[in-house]
């Protein structure tokens, strides 16, 4: 079975602008999480979507948005870019979201916000 | 909020020697279980391993296994006969009740040298 995977692995944008990031989850998996890893914050929990609906949603701007399409494949777009936004976002995908699945990483997007 | 704490920010061992890294968490809800990932410098979550809250007997994969003290409200990871591949980041993970969202401890970066 497929990993969890991510596009674009790389990005370099300028304050200002936005950005859209792509993530398709293991095959079954309805459950996508997003999550934003920085040094100095860690990895945050961003939200979480399941059947195309966005269930949960953690303590961000709401420059930070994302959907989720019928086939589970899930994006996030952040938009007027801040330097502050650079960072490592990494997707997971489960079953069904639930607190007892267990959470597979995609290879995550390095955004670099110049 | 729920606080999961890493005490070691580095850990070094000799290959082939056991290590054991620590985590602890502070909520007072017992009914959630805990996970372990490994990230390489690459980037990607690795899962290594889960504790079920109810799990009677300590979780063991491979060379993996968990110490889990819930009344001490901690559940460390133990890796034996350590290989240089080893060398990562290590966090450990708790679900709170909300679908898809883990919390993460700050990460406990492991050297093993040769």
């Known amino acids: 079975k497929a990993g969890v995977t991510q596009t674009p692995r790389y990005l370099i944008k300028t304050r200002g602008q936005q950005v859209t990031l792509s993530c398709s989850p293991i095959s079954g998996h309805r459950s996508v999480s997003w999550y934003q890893q920085t040094p100095g914050q860690g990895l945050q929990f961003l939200f979480e979507y399941f059947s195309e609906t966005q269930r949960n949603k953690g303590n961000f701007p709401g420059r930070f948005s994302g959907r989720q399409f019928s086939n589970s494949r899930s994006e996030m777009n952040v938009s007027t870019l801040e330097l502050g936004d650079s960072a490592l976002y990494l997707c997971?995908?489960?079953?069904?979201?639930?607190?007892?699945?267990?959470?597979?990483f995609g290879p995550g997007t390095r955004l670099l916000v110049l | 909020a729920q606080k999961i704490t890493q005490t070691q920010p580095g850990m070094f061992v000799q290959e082939k020697e056991a290590v054991t890294l620590d985590c602890t968490y502070d909520?007072?809800?017992?009914?959630?279980?805990l996970f372990w990932y490994k990230q390489p410098s690459s980037g990607e979550m690795i899962f290594l391993i889960y504790q079920g809250s109810y799990d009677e007997q300590n979780a063991t994969e491979g060379r993996y296994s968990l110490n889990f003290q819930k009344a001490r409200k901690s559940a460390n990871l133990v890796i034996s006969a350590s290989q240089l591949g080893d060398s990562a980041m290590y966090f450990c993970a708790r679900p709170l009740s909300s679908y898809g969202k883990l919390t993460f401890g700050q990460g406990t970066i492991l050297t093993v040298h040769p």
């Open positions: 909520t007072s809800d017992q009914s959630y279980g």
């Open positions: 997971a995908s489960s079953f069904s979201g639930g607190s007892q699945e267990t959470q597979y």
